[in-house]
C-alpha cells in the first residue's frame, strides 16, 4: 500500500523548473502559488528532493489565509542527510513535523533539531528506495501525498510509476534547454513505453495556465 501521490509541476511554457543556474522560485505568479498553498492544505504530506531543500530553503508551510491550521507533514528525500540542521524546515520541525527519508543511521545533529530521521531501504540506484519510503509513509497514516519536486524526484516518482494526478501550473515564459528540466529521466525508448494521463480539467489561473490530469 502507498499513499495517493500528486505531482505538482510549477514551470515555464516549455517545462523548465528552473534557469540553469537554478533560479526558480517566481516562474509562475501569485495565483498559481495560491494554489499551490491549497494543494498542501488538501495532503496528508508533502514531499520534496534534497536537491530543492539546498537550492531553495523552502519551508513547505500552508501560508493561505484561513488554513494555517491545515500543515501537513513536510518530507525530504535526502540518502545522506545533507539538510542543514539552520535550514528553514530544520529550524521550524519544532512547530510542524517535518521528515528526513535517509538509507543512512540518523545524524544527530538532526535529530537535535526536532527532525524525524528514517532510515529507508537502499534502492538500485543508491539513494532512498522509493517503494520503500511510499510504504513507510502510507504506514505512518499519511494517506495521501503531495510531491513538489524537483525534476529528479519527479522522474523517479513518474518511473515508479507512482503518481496518480498532476496538477500542473504552467507561466507564459520560455526558458529553453538550458533551463532545468521539471520531470528528470523516464528511461522511456519507445512511446509504448510512456505513461499516458486523461486531461480533468485546463483554466486560466491568474496568467498562468492551469491543468489537472489523472492517470488513466
Ligand atoms: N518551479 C518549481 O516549482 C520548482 C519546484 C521544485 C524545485 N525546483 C527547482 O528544481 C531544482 C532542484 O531539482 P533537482 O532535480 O536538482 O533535485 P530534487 O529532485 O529536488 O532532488 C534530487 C535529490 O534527491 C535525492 N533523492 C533521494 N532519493 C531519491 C530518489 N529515489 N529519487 C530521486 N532523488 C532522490 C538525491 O540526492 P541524494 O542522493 O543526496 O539523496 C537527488 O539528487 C532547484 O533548482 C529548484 O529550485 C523548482
Known amino acids: 500500500m502507498r499513499p495517493r501521490v500528486t505531482l505538482k509541476l510549477a514551470t515555464s511554457l516549455d517545462g523548465r523548473i528552473a534557469t540553469a543556474s537554478g533560479e526558480s522560485q517566481w516562474i509562475t505568479g501569485e495565483a498559481a502559488r495560491a494554489e499551490g498553498h491549497r494543494l498542501r492544505a488538501t495532503h496528508d504530506a508533502v514531499l520534496v528532493g534534497i536537491g530543492t531543500a539546498l537550492a531553495d530553503d523552502p519551508l513547505l508551510t500552508v501560508r493561505e489565509p484561513g488554513l494555517e491550521d491545515r500543515q501537513p507533514v513536510r518530507v525530504v528525500m535526502d540518502s545522506r542527510q ?108 519507445e512511446l509504448g513505453q510512456a505513461r499516458r494521463f486523461r486531461r480533468l480539467a485546463a483554466e486560466p489561473c491568474g496568467d498562468d495556465l492551469w491543468e489537472r490530469y489523472e492517470r488513466l
Open 82 to 189: 545533507r539538510l542543514d540542521p539552520d535550514s528553514k524546515l530544520a529550524r521550524s520541525a519544532g512547530e510542524s513535523p517535518v521528515i528526513v527519508l535517509t538509507i543512512q543511521l540518523p545524524a544527530p545533529a538532526l535529530v537535535r533539531a526536532g527532525v524525524e530521521v528514517i532510515q529507508i531501504h537502499t534502492g538500485r540506484d543508491g539513494r532512498v528506495s522509493l517503494r520503500h519510503a511510499l510504504t513507510t509513509l502510507r504506514d505512518r497514516g499519511l494517506i495521501s501525498l503531495l510531491v513538489e519536486g524537483g525534476g529528479e524526484v519527479a522522474g523517479s516518482f513518474l518511473r515508479a510509476d507512482a503518481v496518480d494526478r498532476i496538477e500542473w501550473f504552467r507561466a507564459p515564459i520560455l526558458l529553453g534547454a538550458e533551463g532545468r528540466p521539471g520531470i528528470g529521466s523516464l528511461a522511456i525508448d
